[in-house]
């Protein structure tokens, strides 16, 4: 792996730690982090032993303050049309081949929020606060935010946080939907290797699969995403996963899956 200024990659047991390593300062998320986020998948994106992505922050204050507001200060108009961009970056996790979990684990606002809601599955401990405070600073949530909380969450709950850019706890945003699990900090780690490990142990063809048939039919009428969901299965089908997976089933023993 490259060595980087910003982050941190950790890789054990086909899982590889994307660690924003910036924890004297809540590990904001510079224009330069998000560049070494990305060229890190692209690196991981490769790796045959990497298997999932888990994303977190250094330290137990801060999984991503979120966007870097000194930043933000010269920024103008056409900026937001510029490559490498927050919401770019994250489309790209979002999309990514590969399953990702976001290990939150303390403040999770602005950017570090719509990071975590890039991420397919949130586990978070329970010292963790969340929030899209940006309409303080007299902008909007750019990075996706405004439209991935409110299909995570419902329209309605999106517009309250987003207009009083009101901070909840680890507790509220698990009753409503953006988290799916909270521990104590002491068993995060283990908890999100857990969640990890069910992953693995499924075909690792279905679950791309799977991450793709449900985002493009989220965004497309239930006919379209049914035809979607009907062409992948039929794919899968024709793979030697699907073979072991139900010889295992029926021999009672745990599949040993190929990706073909």
Not at 12 to 41: F, G
Not at 49 to 61: H, L, N, S, V
Not at 68 to 90: A, N, R
Not at 236 to 242: A, N, W
Request: with cysteine; glycine share 8%.
């Amino acid at each position: 792996m490259n060595t980087y200024q910003n982050i941190l990659v950790e890789k054990t047991n086909q899982l590889a730690y994307v660690i924003i390593n910036l924890p004297e300062q809540r590990n904001p998320l510079s224009k330069d982090t998000l560049k070494e986020m990305k060229d890190a998948l692209e690196e991981l994106k490769y790796d045959e032993e990497t298997k999932c992505i888990i994303f977190t922050g250094q330290g137990d204050k801060s999984f991503a303050a979120g966007a870097d507001i000194s930043q933000l200060k010269d920024k103008v108009p056409l900026d937001v049309l510029l490559p490498g961009s927050m919401q770019e970056t994250y489309d790209y996790i979002e999309a990514y081949d590969k399953p990702t979990i976001a290990m939150i684990n303390g403040f999770a606002l602005g950017g570090g929020c719509e990071l975590a809601m890039a991420c397919d599955i949130r586990i978070a401990s329970d010292n963790a606060r969340f929030g899209l405070p940006e309409l303080n600073l007299g902008i909007i949530p750019g990075a996706g935010g405004t439209q991935r909380m409110a299909r995570l969450i419902g329209k309605g709950k999106a517009i309250e946080l987003i207009l009083t850019g009101k901070i909840i706890s680890a507790m509220e945003a698990e009753k409503i939907g953006l988290v799916s699990e909270v521990v104590s900090k002491e068993q995060l780690k283990e908890a999100v290797e857990h969640t990890a490990g069910q992953i693995l142990s499924k075909g690792p063809l279905a679950v791309k699969l799977a991450k793709m048939v449900i985002h493009t039919g989220f965004d497309t009428d239930t006919k379209t995403g049914q035809i979607v969901e009907k062409l992948a299965q039929a794919i899968l089908f024709s793979t030697k996963d699907k073979n072991e997976g139900i010889s295992a089933f029926l021999e009672k023993r745990q599949a040993e899956f190929i990706s073909k």
